[in-house]
């Protein structure tokens, strides 16, 4: 379900088969947080966050890929063929149950939250939110010079205009990764985490 807020839950599911809300997490950030402070786990932004195409067959991912080429389940369910991409399915237009979408999974340390070790997932099919997170991760390391683990950050819902593939406009929720201070300070973190990593060898 697609929200002005974040909603954070468990890994236990209700009767109605959803993830259950994690209440102590709430306690702390707020009944409709539209920001959470977190940390990230790595340094490349790709394992930071996965993103691909994904199309589903009602539960079943029944083709996923890069954008060039993809793993298609065939008719009988039995294996996966290569096909190349893109097709008609990916087109803003389509509007069919089996549309492809993309898809993307950030992985967080949400502070104050739980112990080590306790990773979070954020998961999008926002075009804007995919872009936005993965351009702002390589804006961040080439300010940092490599380091983005443990960089403290913010997670924000924002409204934003656009216009749907027939023009008309309308205001959708993007998520996005903020840094609350300027240039300089964050270039100072990254440096101070190079030099930590250096001291420590590691």
Same mark, same amino acid.
């Given at each position: 379900?697609?929200?002005?807020?974040?909603?954070?839950?468990?890994?236990?599911?209700?009767?109605?088969?959803?993830?259950?809300?994690?209440?102590?997490?709430?306690?702390?950030?707020?009944?409709? #947080?539209?920001?959470?402070?977190?940390?990230?786990?790595?340094?490349? #932004? +790709?394992?930071?966050?996965?993103?691909?195409?994904?199309c589903?067959?009602?539960?079943?991912l029944?083709?996923?890929?890069?954008?060039?080429?993809?793993?298609?389940?065939?008719?009988?369910?039995?294996?996966?063929?290569?096909?190349?991409?893109?097709?008609?399915?990916?087109?803003?237009?389509?509007?069919?149950n089996?549309?492809?979408?993309?898809?993307?999974?950030?992985?967080?340390?949400?502070?104050?939250?739980?112990?080590?070790?306790?990773?979070?997932?954020?998961?999008?099919?926002?075009?804007?939110?995919?872009?936005?997170?993965?351009?702002t991760?390589?804006?961040?390391?080439?300010?940092?010079?490599? #380091?983005?683990?443990?960089i #403290?950050?913010?997670?924000?819902?924002?409204?934003?205009?656009?216009?749907?593939?027939?023009?008309?406009?309308?205001?959708?929720?993007?998520?996005?990764?903020?840094?609350?201070?300027?240039?300089?300070?964050?270039?100072?973190?990254?440096?101070?985490?190079?030099?930590?990593?250096?001291? +420590?060898?590691?």
């Amino acid at each position: 379900m697609k929200l002005d807020h974040f909603v954070v839950t468990t890994l236990d599911r209700g009767a109605d088969g959803n993830f259950k809300r994690d209440d102590e997490i709430h306690a702390i950030l707020g009944d409709k #947080p539209t920001e959470i402070p977190v940390r990230l786990l790595y340094d490349d #932004p +790709t394992l930071n966050f996965v993103t691909r195409y994904a199309c589903f067959a009602g539960r079943t991912l029944w083709c996923a890929g890069d954008g060039e080429t993809a793993q298609r389940l065939t008719q009988d369910g039995k294996e996966h063929v290569t096909v190349q991409c893109p097709c008609h399915r990916q087109d803003p237009a389509y509007e069919g149950n089996d549309k492809c979408k993309i898809n993307g999974s950030l992985g967080v340390l949400i502070e104050g939250a739980g112990g080590i070790g306790g990773v979070w997932k954020f998961r999008t099919t926002s075009y804007n939110s995919v872009v936005g997170i993965m351009s702002t991760l390589s804006f961040l390391r080439s300010i940092t010079g490599g #380091p983005l683990s443990n960089i #403290p950050l913010t997670m924000a819902v924002r409204p934003k205009q656009v216009s749907d593939p027939r023009g008309r406009q309308q205001t959708i929720y993007v998520v996005s990764l903020e840094f609350a201070g300027d240039i300089p300070a964050l270039q100072h973190i990254g440096h101070q985490i190079a030099l930590d990593r250096a001291k +420590t060898h590691l």
